[in-house]
């Protein structure tokens, strides 16, 4: 790895972690910002650097450092929201690898792409809720309550963290090639 891709893999580990910080707490989760710096990671680093991005971020949380929305350590995997956490890393590697595969980047592109994201955030994310919750802290919960409490209450704010991401991409990404040329 190239001493600048080292460096934009903990950039963008670090904006997780203050996109973790920047919260709204609710019952079970809080509305953060992790996942607009999960995508840019992706977007712009690209499916490998931006997945790594994301593993640090995990791991250095895991490691006790307090960078998760409800602080950090090993016993975060108890936690009903770790499953988000381990979706960010494929979420960032799926939207970089759609991005790579499209010639041309347009909003629509960008927007597609981070919503693909956003679904294997769910995909991952709300059954891990559910059986935390169910299983683990013997709370009576439905797939239904799961999907209603992990998913549907956070939609709509991040449709519209897709739209920034979107448009940041589009702002961006041409002055990241320029670069490289």
């Given amino acids: 790895m ?3 891709n080292i460096l934009l893999v903990a950039i963008f580990a670090a904006l997780t972690a203050i996109g973790a910080m920047i919260k709204i ?8 910002l992790q996942f607009l710096f999960t995508a840019l990671s992706g977007m712009l680093l690209g499916s490998k ?12 949380g895991m490691f006790g450092v307090p960078i998760f929305t409800q602080g950090g350590g090993i016993a ?3 936690k009903p ?6 979706g960010f890393i494929f979420s960032s590697y799926i939207i970089g690898k759609i991005i790579e595969s499209n010639r041309q980047v347009s909003f629509i592109v960008l927007f597609k792409a981070s919503f693909i994201g956003l679904i294997v ?5 709300v059954p891990y809720l559910y059986i935390i919750l169910k299983y683990i802290s013997h709370i009576h919960i ?3 309550d799961s999907i209603k409490i992990g998913c549907l209450v956070f939609l709509i ?15 961006i990404i041409p002055g990241i090639k320029d670069m490289y040329k």
Wanted: charged content about 10%; aromatic content about 16%.
């Fill in 121 to 125: 955030t769910y995909v991952i994310g």
């Fill in 142 to 144: 439905t797939i239904f």
């Fill in 81 to 86: 929201t770790f499953g988000y956490l381990i």
């Fill in 49 to 60: 650097s931006g997945a790594l991005s994301q593993f640090v971020y995990v791991i250095l």
């Fill in 76 to 78: 975060y995997i108890l």
């Fill in 25 to 32: 707490p609710l019952i079970y989760e809080s509305i953060t």
């Fill in 2 to 4: 190239r001493t600048k």
């Fill in 157 to 171: 704010g991040d449709l519209l963290k897709c739209f920034v991401t979107a448009i940041l991409g589009v702002r």
